[in-house]
């Protein structure tokens, strides 16, 4: 996705906009999954029967009705409605990291967008309220949770706007503290950031946060530094945060570029050790293409989790 | 070329090295501002792509690898640069090298006196030898070579072609063989004689008329008084008169005084007694002339460097200045500069 695109997506109605991407038959798998495989936050293990669904590989087998499934013939489930409406916090970074291009080559704010939309789109469709803290090293946004399709696009049209290369630096401990101290009662919160983040330094406060509530990463990838020779006709890469000296010379560099890819896919892997090791699922989206397939898959990884 | 020959270099406009470097460094500043100005400006352009978390770069070892050659790619081009300005600088201001020429040098006359009575037939092919060492070691000056015995014969006049004079001398060495006083090999014998022919003309008997040849020397010299030339005799003698000379000694040296000649004396060591010797020696230097024994090998240094010393201060003409452009190293340095700076910017661009 191109550049000019995201900013149409960014004029128009969010939530429409993701209606439109689930609308698409590539599609229409990951609409199921989120039916069946979101963890009863969403739908799941309540007091009152909501309906009888197809056993999916991936749902909990002690769902499974074993006498409707005999008069089927194939393994049913029964599904519950969940107990209460809980609450959804999208905590997104909106440092000026986040307005980098990511390696989908769409600005990660855009991504970030549309990964904020899916989630109020599938948690208005439950009925779940959907809060914002948004912040970086300077700035802190939180919008209260909210319901109405109405309050959702306004949560979304100002998300849109905080993502700049101007802005302050991105720091994601003042958001996950901000929801700490403002959420008490369990919410699945999301984190929207980037791939290096949360870093190590932010373990203790993870271990905070999963404790009190169920918590999804959705990290968005970054570029890479040599996309910019690999265009090249004149294209400038430079770094938000720093100053990147990175002259043809050195970004034409095959070793340098294999070595860069081995670091990058090293770092990955941390995070994912990282965040395994405190029970929080996570997943690295390009962009707004990839964004329903992934994230369905682990908010399915999630529901295998716990 | 022994002296007088004083090469300087200079600049001719010096003023346009600091010009050049300053308008050099003006025209890189200014370029440098534009360039952070239009980055300024293009900050958000669409030629610009924003990435984040790339600082882990700099960590990586391949990374700091080629980063350091870049820098040292950039140093070198900026040396090379730097180098070929300073050079291009230098070429602009037009190095010259200045030389003065001593007209003085050219201006000299000298003319060797060799006296080949038997007596100094012994020492004649090294005084020979001394003269073609001086010979060597003079510029422009104008040689003759007279023999005497009883009577005088010119061998070569007063001249500047040094291949006639080498040729001369050489000549000479042969003639004056030692041998002649004692060998019966015709051909010593003759190459003496037709050497000679023309000094050994006997007049009732009488050889080695010293003050007869050196009259005839001094009397080798341009009567032309117009153009100034300074006048030296090497007058080379033992000093043993055998017969009635129409010139004592004392007579030729007057002779050669009044005529403005300047006398370097130089003694056949060894050959007569003590009191000829002195006599030589007493004339001489009364006369504000140099003297010289034939077998002191380090004098010949010596009389080079007084002759030519004396000479000076004789004559103060003006001297002649030339001054020739030397682009020299510069211009070396300007290409080799050039080269490099395109080696090392093709280097950083591969």
Redesign the interface.
């Known amino acids: 996705m191109s550049t000019p695109q995201g900013r149409d997506i960014n004029n128009t109605a969010r939530l429409a906009q993701i209606r439109a991407h689930i609308d698409l038959p590539v599609l229409k798998r990951a609409a199921g999954l989120l039916e069946g495989y979101h963890r009863s936050i969403f739908k799941g293990h309540g007091q009152d029967f909501d309906d009888l669904s197809l056993y999916s590989p991936g749902d909990d087998v002690s769902d499974i009705d074993w006498k409707s499934s005999a008069r089927a013939g194939i393994p049913i489930i029964r599904r519950f409605q969940q107990q209460s409406n809980l609450s959804v916090v999208l905590v997104t970074d909106i440092g000026r990291n986040m307005a980098a291009v990511s390696s989908g080559g769409v600005p990660k704010g855009d991504t970030a967008v549309f990964l904020a939309s899916l989630v109020a789109y599938v948690a208005r469709d439950r009925g779940d309220r959907v809060a914002l803290v948004a912040g970086d090293s300077e700035r802190l946004i939180h919008r209260p949770p909210r319901a109405s399709t109405q309050d959702l696009e306004v949560m979304l049209a100002q998300l849109t706007t905080l993502f700049s290369v101007d802005a302050p630096a991105g720091d994601i401990s003042i958001p996950i503290k901000r929801t700490l101290s403002l959420f008490h009662r369990r919410c699945l919160v999301i984190l929207i950031t980037d791939e290096t983040r949360p870093a190590p330094e932010h373990e203790e406060l993870l271990r905070h946060l999963k404790v009190r509530h169920e918590v999804l990463v959705l990290q968005v990838s970054d570029a890479s530094p040599f996309v910019g020779a690999r265009l090249g006709d004149g294209h400038t890469v430079r770094d938000v945060d720093r100053s990147l000296n990175l002259p043809p010379f050195l970004s034409k560099r095959l070793n340098i570029q294999s070595e860069a890819a081995d670091y990058v896919r090293q770092r990955r892997a941390q995070s994912v050790e990282l965040l395994q090791r405190n029970g929080i699922v996570n997943v690295v989206i390009d962009s707004s293409q990839d964004a329903i397939v992934r994230f369905t898959a682990a908010v399915r990884r999630q529901k295998h989790l716990s | 070329m022994t002296d007088a020959l004083n090469a300087t270099r200079e600049l001719t406009w010096p003023w346009v090295i600091p010009a050049f470097l300053g308008i050099a460094l003006a025209v890189i500043v200014i370029t440098i501002l534009v360039q952070r100005r239009r980055e300024a400006d293009?900050?958000?352009d669409d030629?610009?792509?924003?990435?984040?978390?790339?600082?882990?770069?700099s960590?990586?070892?391949?990374?700091a690898k080629?980063?350091r050659r870049?820098r040292f790619?950039q140093a070198t081009g900026i040396l090379v640069t730097v180098g070929a300005l300073c050079a291009a600088a230098f070429v602009t201001a037009k190095p010259v090298e200045i030389k003065q020429v001593d007209p003085r040098l050219a201006n000299r006359d000298i003319v060797l006196c060799l006296d080949v009575s038997g007596s100094m037939i012994a020492y004649d092919q090294e005084i020979v030898d001394f003269f073609s060492t001086l010979a060597d070691s003079f510029q422009g000056e104008r040689i003759a070579l007279s023999v005497f015995n009883s009577t005088s014969r010119l061998v070569f006049p007063l001249t500047d072609d040094y291949a006639l004079v080498k040729e001369q001398l050489e000549e000479a060495k042969t003639a004056l063989d030692p041998r002649v006083l004692a060998t019966s090999r015709q051909d010593i014998i003759d190459n003496y004689l037709y050497f000679t022919a023309g000094a050994n003309g006997s007049v009732d008997g009488m050889s080695s008329l010293i003050g007869d040849g050196l009259a005839n020397c001094s009397l080798l010299f341009d009567t032309d008084s117009s153009e100034e030339r300074s006048r030296s005799i090497i007058f080379a003698t033992d000093n043993d008169l055998q017969g009635e000379p129409i010139y004592s000694l004392q007579d030729a040296t007057d002779l050669a005084l009044s005529r403005n000649i300047s006398l370097i004396g130089l003694y056949g060591a060894g050959g007569g007694d003590a009191t000829s010797e002195q006599e030589f020696r007493e004339t001489f230097t009364e006369a504000g002339g140099m003297y010289f024994f034939s077998d002191d090998p380090d004098s010949i240094d010596a009389i080079i460097s007084d002759v030519q010393a004396q000479q000076a201060v004789l004559f103060d003409a003006a001297p002649i200045i030339t001054t020739t452009n030397v682009l020299g190293p510069w211009y070396l340095w300007l290409i080799v500069g050039l080269i490099g700076f395109f080696v090392v910017q093709r280097r950083?661009?591969?």
């Open positions: 293009t900050r958000s030629k610009t792509i924003w990435v984040a978390n790339s600082d882990y770069l960590s990586l070892p391949s990374f080629e980063r870049y790619f950083i661009n591969e």
